[in-house]
Nanobody, 121 residues
Framework: EVQLVESGGGLVQSGGSLRLSCAASGFTFDDYAIGWFRQAPGKEREGVSCISHMTGRTYYADSVKGRFTISSDNAKNTVYLQMSSLKPEDTARYYC??????????????WGQGTQVTVSS
């Protein structure tokens, strides 16, 4: 069974940092890209960052470039999203998903529960 479990969210003050984790199982980790997405209340889900295990390339939404860093520990089948200089507009529920290519918003398997990130001003 394809499973991705997000963790690491929480409440943080503006300017603070958090590290999200995405633990994957049930599929060949190296065959997929892993993307981080977020959804704020009343808004559509949007892509935040992605790492391609095929090419090693990383991608970021313009809104998070220079503040977020995605990384992967293939030995642990885990992808991390280090978030720094957080802003109130980063408040959202964050999800990770296995995708065939970065840029796709169609997950391999179902969306997980996500992890809530709340940034206070």
């Amino acid at each position: 069974e394809v499973q991705l479990v997000e963790s690491g969210g929480g409440l943080v003050q503006s300017g603070g940092s958090l590290r999200l984790s995405c633990a994957a199982s049930g599929f060949t980790f190296d065959d997929y890209a892993i993307g981080w997405f977020r959804q704020a209340p009343g808004k559509e889900r949007e892509g935040v960052s992605c790492i391609s295990h095929m090419t090693g390339r990383t991608y970021y939404a313009d809104s998070v470039k220079g503040r977020f860093t995605i990384s992967s520990d293939n030995a642990k089948n885990t992808v991390y999203l280090q978030m720094s200089s957080l802003k109130p507009e980063d408040t959202a529920r964050y999800y990770c998903a296995a995708v065939l290519v970065c840029g796709s918003s169609y997950p391999f398997g179902s969306w997980g529960q996500g992890t809530q990130v709340t940034v206070s001003s």
